[in-house]
Every structure is written in C-alpha cells, then in structure tokens.
C-alpha cells in the first residue's frame, strides 16, 4: 500500500496566525490528495480535494480562502489554515489515492493535530 | 448526497468473543465499502474492504459481509484480541481508482476486555 507522511505532526499556534502542514506521498505519485478534517470523537468529514497543477475543490462550507490548498507537486500537497482561530483547532488527515491488491482505495496520513490558543 | 450509518457506536467485549459493526448505506450508487481501523492520535487503516460485486470477504479473523439490496454491510471480527481495541470506521463511495469521494460511517469504539 502507499506510504503517507504528514508534517508536523503536531502544531500549537496563536490565534490569528497561519499554519501550514504537508502531506507527502512517499513511495509514488499522487496526482489527487485529498484532506479530512476530524474533531475529537467524531468521524472524518472531507474538506476539499486536491489536483496537482490545478485549483483545489473545496466542499460545501468550506471556506476556500481559509483553507488553502497547493498541489505543487506529484508528491506533496500543502494546507494552510490562515488566520487560525480556536474552532479550527482539529486533527487534520490527508490521503492519498492507491493501488492494493487489485481493488482501489485511499491511504490515510498519520494526521496533524491543531490546536490553536 | 451519500449518508452512512454505523452502530453501535461503542462495543465492549471479552478477549476471545465475536464484534460485529453494521453499516447502512443511502445511495445505491456506491460500490466500494472499505473499513478502517483508527488507534488514538493516529490516521486510518484500511483494514479490509468490498466491492459491490461480492457479497462476503474474509481475511483471517476479520470479514465482511454486503447486502447491496437492503444497503447494509457488516464488519466481522472473531477471537477479538486486545491490540483489536481501537475505533473503527465503515465507509461507502462510487467511481474507480481511489479517486472517488469516501462518505465515513459515524464511528464505533471497540474495546476488547482481557
């Protein structure tokens, strides 16, 4: 299966600043990532999906401009939560699409946990 | 779009006992229904998955049965173990590739007591 790697894994920052964390695909490429927001005991809700050299697409009540996206690579996407509040404090997943044992799936990141003062 | 049921949402039992989760599903469109396993502060596994052309699949102690008429799917686990304990989730989609958009099922706490 596909080896995911998010970075960092996890991130305390002050309200109001932006912080940004990596999804790496490390053993192919990845032209679709896509990432998950998930609060605490609750199940993994998709944000947005992100294409390589073209823009995200974002899912309803998603604030695009929040949440920025950059697929800049086959095997790395970025997400940057601008101007952090508290209520984005979250876990955030990245997955990758993949190839296993014939039947087609998704492979989750470790995750990155925000907190955000 | 597609809604995913999951119960129960917290199942507790003995070392050694059967776990079985059920999923309904909504869109009869979705033909791959994974299940993941997810251990605290970490991501999803897939741990087994099925498509909409087979109605069982097993994998050591772990299968899943699909019933595509009545839209539901079910997780079985047998001769539970401790290092099974963790929150598993159903999962239901449509497309090929991996690419497709995956609608997450609620969520159930397994806890397996030694």
């Known amino acids: 299966g596909a080896v995911v790697s998010q970075h960092p894994s996890w991130v305390i920052c002050k309200s109001g600043t932006s912080v940004k964390i990596e999804c790496r695909s490390l053993?192919?490429?990845?032209?679709?990532m896509f990432w998950y927001r998930q609060f605490p005991k609750q199940s993994l809700m998709l944000m947005a999906t992100?294409?390589?050299?073209?823009?995200?697409?974002?899912e309803q009540g998603v604030e695009k401009d929040k949440f920025l996206i950059n697929h800049a690579s086959l095997t790395l996407s970025t997400l940057t939560v601008t101007s952090a509040h508290p209520e984005d404090s979250s876990f955030y997943i990245c997955?990758?699409?993949?190839?296993?044992?014939?039947?087609?799936?998704?492979?989750f990141g470790p995750g990155t946990r925000l907190t955000v003062l | 779009g597609e809604n995913v049921e999951q119960h129960p949402s917290t199942l507790s039992v003995q070392e050694g006992d059967s776990a079985v989760i059920k999923c309904t599903y909504s869109?009869?469109?979705?033909?791959?229904f994974p299940w993941y396993k997810q251990e605290l502060g970490k991501g999803p596994q897939l741990i087994i998955d099925?498509?909409?052309n087979v109605g069982e699949k097993k994998d050591q102690r772990i299968a899943v049965t699909l019933n595509k008429t009545a839209k539901h799917f079910s997780l079985h686990i047998t001769e539970t173990q401790p290092e099974d304990s963790a929150v598993y989730f159903c999962?239901?989609?449509w497309g090929q590739g991996g690419y497709q958009k995956v609608t997450f099922g609620t969520g159930t706490k397994l806890q397996v007591i030694p």
């Open positions: 099925i498509r909409s």
């Open positions: 053993d192919f490429q990845a032209t679709t």
């Open positions: 869109d009869s469109a979705s033909n791959y």
């Open positions: 999962a239901a989609s």
């Open positions: 997955s990758v699409p993949g190839l296993a044992g014939g039947t087609d799936t998704q492979y």
């Open positions: 992100s294409n390589e050299g073209s823009k995200a697409t974002y």
